[in-house]
């Protein structure tokens, strides 16, 4: 049966709450993106080749892995992969290790009157990675509570996404609720918040390597293996360094670190041409900006993004001076026209765990980069057919 990509406004409004959606006016599109079943098979075929890549011991090399905890660690959830599509197939443009958008797509797709037994299975698939990162670092107990921790999340603009996981995750058993990373504490015996413990972490914070001065205990805590962090910042630095993107579109640097050419081709194939950026290519780099997308190393949300074609020469030398990365453009696509709205450019996001992708998410905008801004944009559904 053919599924609607337009969520039903009122729906979103039930589900969600109607003051969490009047304060994000264009966090759902109107309508979503439908692609052909081709697109499919290649993007959960590259998945499952890199994340045979990306855990190969002669490539965890090559990233320079930090050095992981005592005891046994979750490898990550809600990783993501991005993708501009064109003729030529998707090509990936960036991993998220923390990525949102999970839950609240799934909201659209009850929205949109999905069946309901396929929008609650994706609902449990989502909750079930935790399971795994529970089991992957060494508990033999089962879970029984989390907390998801970002700085002033009640202010984030996917505050509605933790509200929902919260919702959820109590539906199913768990102990669960939001906290601000300034409240979390640890001691011997694991996370707390006030008075309550927690088994897991679910760190949406961005300070991705538990870098910050008030993350310190928690760090140490971490490496002591006193915690579950989940993603934490092996997680980080094996999947979404942006510069791990100049090792994975290089063929032959794939093979010097241990793999086998055929997988090197199937990764390199579909990740655009990404270069460091360094000071003293940076004439270079200004001739042939038009043909670049520039990105800070470390960056997340678009912030410090810019299409070479629409950069300003300040801009640019803010590029030069920072740690950025060079990716060979490829355009984002654009949807159709709806009855409402014009025509949008658009993304593919793909949820993975250890290659397996479990949901798909587009986002529609308009500007140089996604947005979550753009009348008639937003985070939209994913439907493919023959």
Same mark, same amino acid.
């Given at each position: 049966?053919?599924? &609607?990509?337009?969520?039903?406004?009122?729906?979103?409004?039930?589900?969600?709450?109607?003051?969490?959606? %009047?304060?994000?006016?264009?966090?759902?599109?109107?309508?979503?993106?439908?692609?052909?079943?081709?697109?499919?098979?290649?993007?959960?075929?590259?998945?499952?080749?890199? *994340?045979?890549?990306?855990?190969?011991?002669?490539?965890?090399?090559?990233?320079?892995?930090?050095?992981?905890?005592?005891?046994?660690?979750?490898?990550?959830?809600?990783?993501?992969?991005?993708?501009?599509?064109?003729?030529?197939?998707?090509?990936?443009?960036?991993?998220?290790?923390? +990525?949102?958008?999970?839950?609240?797509?799934?909201?659209? +797709?009850?929205?949109?009157?999905?069946? /309901?037994?396929?929008?609650?299975?994706? /609902?449990?698939?989502?909750?079930?990675?935790?399971?795994?990162?529970?089991?992957?670092?060494?508990?033999?107990?089962?879970?029984?509570?989390?907390?998801?921790?970002?700085?002033?999340?009640?202010?984030?603009?996917?505050?509605?996404?933790?509200?929902?996981?919260? #919702?959820?995750?109590?539906?199913?058993?768990?102990?669960?609720?939001?906290?601000?990373?300034?409240?979390?504490?640890?001691?011997?015996?694991?996370?707390?918040? %006030?008075?309550?413990?927690?088994?897991?972490?679910?760190?949406?914070?961005?300070?991705?390597?538990?870098?910050?001065? !008030?993350? $310190? #205990?928690?760090?140490?805590?971490?490496?002591? =293996?006193?915690?579950?962090? &989940?993603? *934490?910042?092996?997680?980080?630095?094996?999947?979404?360094?942006?510069?791990?993107?100049?090792?994975?579109? *290089?063929? $032959?640097?794939?093979?010097?670190?241990?793999?086998?050419?055929?997988?090197? #081709?199937?990764?390199?194939?579909?990740?655009?041409?990404?270069?460091?950026?360094?000071?003293? *290519?940076?004439?270079?780099?200004?001739?042939?900006?038009?043909?670049?997308?520039?990105?800070?190393?470390?960056?997340?949300?678009?912030?410090?993004?810019?299409?070479? %074609?629409?950069?300003?020469?300040?801009?640019?030398? !803010?590029?030069?001076? =920072?740690?950025?990365?060079?990716?060979?453009?490829? &355009?984002?696509?654009?949807?159709?026209?709806?009855?409402?709205?014009?025509?949008?450019?658009?993304?593919?996001?793909?949820?993975?765990?250890?290659?397996?992708?479990?949901?798909?998410?587009?986002?529609?905008?308009?500007?140089?980069?996604?947005?979550?801004?753009?009348?008639? =944009?937003?985070?939209?559904?994913?439907?493919?057919? %023959?």
């Amino acid at each position: 049966m053919k599924r &609607s990509t337009h969520p039903d406004p009122a729906r979103l409004r039930d589900l969600l709450g109607a003051s969490a959606l %009047d304060a994000r006016p264009h966090l759902f599109a109107d309508a979503g993106i439908t692609l052909p079943r081709a697109v499919e098979a290649e993007v959960v075929s590259f998945a499952r080749a890199l *994340d045979e890549a990306l855990h190969a011991p002669g490539i965890e090399r090559a990233l320079a892995l930090p050095e992981p905890p005592q005891s046994p660690r979750a490898d990550g959830v809600c990783i993501a992969l991005d993708f501009h599509v064109d003729a030529a197939g998707p090509h990936l443009i960036e991993i998220n290790s923390n +990525a949102g958008g999970w839950l609240l797509v799934l909201a659209a +797709a009850r929205a949109a009157s999905w069946p /309901e037994s396929e929008v609650a299975a994706a /609902e449990a698939a989502f909750l079930g990675q935790f399971d795994v990162a529970w089991a992957e670092a060494g508990r033999a107990t089962a879970l029984e509570s989390i907390v998801v921790v970002d700085r002033e999340p009640g202010a984030q603009f996917l505050a509605p996404e933790f509200e929902r996981f919260v #919702s959820l995750a109590r539906a199913r058993g768990l102990r669960a609720r939001i906290a601000d990373t300034t409240a979390l504490k640890v001691d011997a015996s694991g996370a707390w918040v %006030d008075n309550e413990r927690f088994d897991l972490v679910y760190w949406r914070d961005t300070d991705f390597e538990l870098a910050s001065p !008030d993350c $310190a #205990s928690l760090r140490a805590a971490w490496l002591e =293996g006193r915690i579950v962090l &989940s993603p *934490d910042p092996v997680t980080f630095a094996r999947y979404a360094r942006k510069t791990n993107l100049t090792l994975l579109c *290089d063929a $032959a640097r794939l093979q010097a670190a241990g793999l086998s050419p055929a997988l090197a #081709s199937a990764i390199s194939a579909r990740v655009p041409e990404t270069r460091v950026v360094r000071p003293e *290519d940076a004439d270079t780099f200004w001739a042939t900006r038009a043909e670049w997308f520039f990105k800070p190393s470390a960056g997340f949300g678009s912030r410090g993004a810019y299409r070479g %074609d629409k950069i300003t020469r300040r801009a640019f030398a !803010d590029v030069v001076a =920072g740690h950025s990365v060079a990716q060979r453009l490829v &355009s984002p696509p654009r949807r159709e026209a709806t009855d409402a709205h014009g025509s949008l450019k658009w993304d593919l996001r793909a949820f993975v765990q250890r290659g397996r992708v479990l949901a798909w998410m587009c986002r529609l905008y308009e500007g140089q980069t996604t947005n979550l801004r753009t009348p008639g =944009g937003g985070i939209g559904l994913v439907t493919f057919e %023959d």
